[in-house]
T-cell receptor, first 108, second 114 residues
């Protein structure tokens, strides 16, 4: 089967950098993706890594190490609007499976 | 901008009644997912379609839940009979391929069973 582990909560200061880690177990790995979800809203796609290394999209970057079954989402220049839940999701021989989510609180 | 359409946005139903949710994916997206999300938890996959075929429904409670995508485009998820524990957000998502890359979600249907 598939399983993912990520911290349940993270708090960071506005303007700072925060890293949200994700470790996974899966068979037939395709890729690791990240989603953001604000309270009351739907998850929105942020990034996808299929190969080792860093993918950068504006203030957000995502990293993958296939050998370590590990990835992280890096958020830079944090803004209050970044307060949300962040989910890692893994795809493999079985369909897209989500972690339990990390609730990020950005404080002034 | 293309988006996944879901209806209704909110549904209140009495237990033992039937309820149905509809999803229209982004045009051209062959893969369609139905997820259930309980407040404070991650989305849990109920069923995945590739075109009109079911790829995975191992987590779908088949005694009361059914899903179809007859023409490989829009999809319907049904619950009959509804139970109190079914209260949750039901999310539909679609993607171009089944690799899981870039799944786009609809706004969801918030179901309350009373």
């Amino acid at each position: 089967g598939q399983s993912l582990e990520q911290p349940s909560e993270v708090t960071a200061v506005e303007g700072a950098i925060v890293q949200i880690n994700c470790t996974y177990q899966t068979s037939g790995f395709y890729g690791l993706s990240w989603y953001q979800q604000h309270d009351g809203g739907a998850p929105t796609f942020l990034s996808y890594n299929a190969l080792d290394g860093l993918e950068e999209t504006g203030r957000f970057s995502s990293f993958l190490s296939r050998s370590d079954s590990y990835g992280y989402l890096l958020l830079q220049e944090l803004q209050m609007k970044d307060s949300a839940s962040y989910f890692c999701a893994v795809s493999g021989n079985t369909p897209l499976v989500f972690g339990k989510g990390t609730r990020l609180s950005v404080i002034a | 901008e293309a988006e996944v359409a879901q209806s209704p946005r909110y549904k209140i139903t009495e237990k033992s009644q039937a309820v149905a949710f509809w999803c229209d994916p982004i045009s051209g997206h062959a893969t369609l997912y139905w997820y259930r999300q309980i407040l404070g938890q991650g989305p849990e996959l109920l069923v995945q379609f590739q075109d009109e075929s079911v790829v995975d429904d191992s987590q779908l409670p088949k005694d009361r839940f059914s899903a179809e995508r007859l023409k490989g485009v829009d999809s319907t998820l049904k619950i009959q009979p509804a139970e109190l524990g079914d209260s949750a957000m039901y999310l539909c998502a679609s993607s171009l391929m089944d690799s899981g890359r870039g799944a786009f979600f609809g706004q969801g249907t918030r179901l309350t069973v009373v």
